[in-house]
């Protein structure tokens, strides 16, 4: 089997199989297996196996090799644990195939076989077009006076994507996952297409693909940039919606998925099999993650009035939660019209197998599941010990790779941060909301912006997770820019054609003045203050961080905070940023590099005062007044205060790299000031024979802060500027001699 062309791990077919092809009835059949799912090649024939506990018949329908003309159809006539199933020796990969499948058409009871309409295979590993979506997929006559309840017996076949069957002939050659603790994690969101379009560096071929992101010139932007991880938009194939069609948009972002093995392939240029492996292991020999942004929770069906393409007809009972009184009707916790049945042990089957594909085949590092509460719905509601949490955490594949949920879906119950199980991280809008409006100046934000700088314990420790567990952001896809986070007062999302009526419209924004772009330098000046703010809490809080692909160039999407639809210049980077924007730049690269040196920023598990260090004599964590002593109980509940220092001691000692007993651990103190007035602040000096140097100061007009060329002793008066972070790294005196009463290591 290795000595076969490598073109065969693309789909292609050898000239043998495709006269073998084109003679329908010369393939010889037999029962074959009922497991794995899906379509595999084992070198002698294909074997088919179809999950559907209620259907009558099913029918294998194969198509030559262009996929236009279906030349032989075969009943699948062995059945196994509710798998129908049968292999045809002789055919290859490259082969095209669909299912019909028969049973009753009763929408009431749940039930809408219609084998008219050709089907996709769940377990698909390739298909061989988009799917343009038209009437022709509906099971039902469009507007038929009984709308969904009548059957429609147009053949659809001409226009839904074939299967495709593959193999698995890949040159991985070295490839390691680069397994980055959670503790120096920092994570890159990004979109495939969005992120090369109009790269000038990247060969016109590759822009917008797979090709494009594994590229020498961004790759080494995201190392300089010093990014860890990269957090990819939906790759698994999706579809557009006619609705965006009809306007002439498109689903850009990819949350309507139509398969879950298959890479989606307006992002390849000829494989997109191959082409994402070789985007995987580019990025992996970069020393960089790869994590997917997957949508198990409903599919591109929709509601009752929607196309059948899949599910819906092999097992409509099975693959969907059906509300109870009707089961014409679905029980929509996601508001996209379905909702995946993971209480099914076939359906959870399905998630599981699709996600140790994409581990095991696709060598991908782990996982962002959205509208995850969806994931642990029973018919009782959420449970975070629900029959998927479960599977996942005894998996011994998938309990070991980076798990993220987006904690919350539309339906009762949805809203779960701090809900999900030991070992999963999870999106913290609570973190994003908090540092917005503390940096807008809202009143009463301090205890909770503390809590956001601690990692929220108050959300994650009780599970027993460490600050890792919450994955900090202050934008992400859904929703404003950071450049237009601080220069638009609200969204505009006119071009997206729903009358700006979608989107979020709590975003506790700030414009300084005025909506959109602007040539007052005052305005200019403020918004960038606020820019380097709110990145620098992001990355100097405990957690992990999360950065928005582009917002370390100032990308704008005009205001439009829900740019779903817009495949244009509205989404793609603009790579000429690189140069009027290198300041910032630099600035967040400065960032990451303060967060990288400093372990103490990020800490693997949640400190609370309690220890001290032996030499340091100082807690592990105090929160500090502009005068230098502890925060006071009145003080946290002053509503119009805008000032919070946290200071960070390592726990333990460390050895004295020159000899001669310890050095005082590390000491960092962070001011976080969002007053528009400057105010005297009182550096602490602890023991009487501290010193203090600025690492960072965002006030300052160069990459550097102006007092980093000098220090200051401890106890010292000085200025702090209005909307101000600070970073002040402790020196001691005593450091270099040997502490009374310790010995030397």
């Not at 009558?56 to 996929?67: A, Y």
């Not at 860890?228 to 069609?245: C, H, I, K, S, W």
């Not at 925060?631 to 509940?637: A, E, G, I, K, Y």
Request: hydrophobic share 35%.
């Amino acid at each position: 089997m290795d000595k076969l062309p490598r073109d065969l791990a693309t789909g292609s077919m050898s000239d043998r199989a495709v006269e073998r092809m084109t003679k329908p009835g010369e393939n010889q059949r037999a029962s074959g297996q009922h497991y794995p799912l899906g379509a595999h090649w084992d070198g002698r024939g294909v074997n088919f196996a179809l999950f559907s506990a209620h259907a009558e018949k099913v029918e294998l329908c194969l198509f030559d090799p262009q996929g236009g003309r279906e030349i032989e159809r075969i009943g699948l006539e062995d059945k196994t644990d509710q798998v129908w199933h049968g292999h045809v020796a002789g055919l290859e990969p490259g082969t095209c195939y669909g299912y019909r499948v028969h049973g009753p058409y009763e929408p009431a009871h749940g039930h809408r076989f219609n084998p008219a309409k050709l089907l996709m295979d769940p377990y698909a590993r390739m298909v061989d077009r988009e799917l343009i979506c038209g009437d022709a997929h509906l099971a039902f006559p469009l507007g038929s006076p009984g709308q969904d309840l009548e059957i429609d017996r147009r053949d659809n076949a001409d226009s839904v994507p074939k299967c495709v069957v593959t193999s698995n002939l890949f040159d991985w050659r070295d490839d390691r996952p680069p397994a980055i603790p959670w503790s120096e994690t920092v994570v890159y969101e990004c979109h495939i297409g969005s992120m090369t379009r109009l790269h000038p560096a990247v060969p016109e071929v590759a822009r917008g693909r797979y090709a494009g992101l594994s590229h020498p010139s961004v790759i080494e932007h995201l190392q300089r940039l010093g990014i860890t991880t990269v957090e990819l938009m939906p790759v698994q194939g999706f579809a557009d919606e006619a609705f965006l069609r009809q306007k002439g948009l498109r689903n850009h972002w990819g949350y309507s998925p139509l398969n879950y093995f298959a890479p989606e392939r307006r992002y390849a240029h000829v494989s997109a099999i191959d082409e994402f492996k070789s985007m995987v292991r580019a990025l992996h020999a970069a020393g960089l993650e790869v994590i997917l942004d997957v949508v198990y929770n409903h599919t591109f069906e929709g509601s009752h009035v929607g196309p059948t393409l899949s599910w819906r007809g092999i097992d409509n009972a099975s693959y969907y939660r059906l509300q109870n009184r009707d089961a014409r009707y679905y029980i929509d916790d996601t508001g996209c019209g379905n909702t995946l049945n993971l209480s099914h042990p076939r359906v959870l089957q399905m998630v599981m197998d699709s996600l140790r594909y994409w581990v095991q085949e696709m060598h991908v590092d782990g996982f962002r599941f959205d509208l995850g509460t969806t994931l642990g719905r029973e018919t009782y509601g959420f449970d975070r010990g629900s029959g998927f949490f479960d599977a996942v955490r005894q998996d011994p594949v998938l309990s070991t790779v980076k798990l993220i949920a987006e904690p919350w879906d539309v339906g009762p119950g949805g809203y779960q941060l701090g809900g999900f199980p030991t070992g999963w991280s999870e999106w913290n809008d609570r973190y994003r909301d908090t540092v917005r409006r503390f940096w807008r100046g809202d009143d009463g934000m301090l205890a909770d912006l503390a809590r956001r700088l601690h990692g929220s314990s108050d959300l994650f420790e009780h599970s027993g997770r460490g600050p890792w567990a919450s994955i900090n952001f202050v934008t992400s896809h859904d929703g404003f820019t950071l450049t237009d986070l601080v220069s638009y007062a609200q969204r505009d999302n006119t071009l997206n054609g729903e009358d700006n009526r979608d989107g979020h419209h709590a975003n506790f924004s700030l414009n300084h003045g005025v909506d959109g772009p602007t040539d007052d330098p005052a305005i200019r000046n403020r918004r960038l203050r606020h820019r380097r703010n709110l990145m620098a809490t992001l990355l100097l809080s405990q957690g992990t961080p999360m950065l928005l692909a582009g917002d370390e160039l100032g990308r704008s999407q005009g205001g439009n905070n829900n740019a779903y639809c817009q495949d244009n210049e509205i989404s793609w980077l603009d790579w000429t940023r690189l140069q009027s924007e290198q300041d910032w730049l630099a600035f967040v690269q400065r960032l990451i590099q303060i967060r990288k040196q400093h372990p103490v920023l990020r800490r693997s598990h949640f400190v609370h005062g309690q220890n001290r260090s032996r030499l340091a004599q100082l807690a592990d964590i105090q929160w500090i007044d502009r005068d230098g002593g502890s925060m006071q109980d009145h003080q946290w509940l002053a509503g119009s205060r805008r000032f919070i220092g946290m200071m960070l001691c390592e726990d333990d000692e460390a050895p004295n790299p020159g000899g001669g007993g310890c050095v005082v651990p590390e000491v960092l103190l962070l001011y976080f000031h969002a007053d528009g007035d400057a105010i005297d602040c009182r550096l602490p000096d602890p023991g009487g024979s501290s010193r203090w140097t600025c690492l960072l100061d965002t006030a300052a007009e160069g990459l550097l802060p102006d007092t980093a060329s000098s220090e200051k002793a401890g106890g010292s008066v000085f200025v702090l500027p209005e909307r101000t972070v600070q970073v002040w790294r402790m020196s001691d005196t005593r450091a270099q001699e040997p502490v009374a009463g310790i010995e030397s290591i």
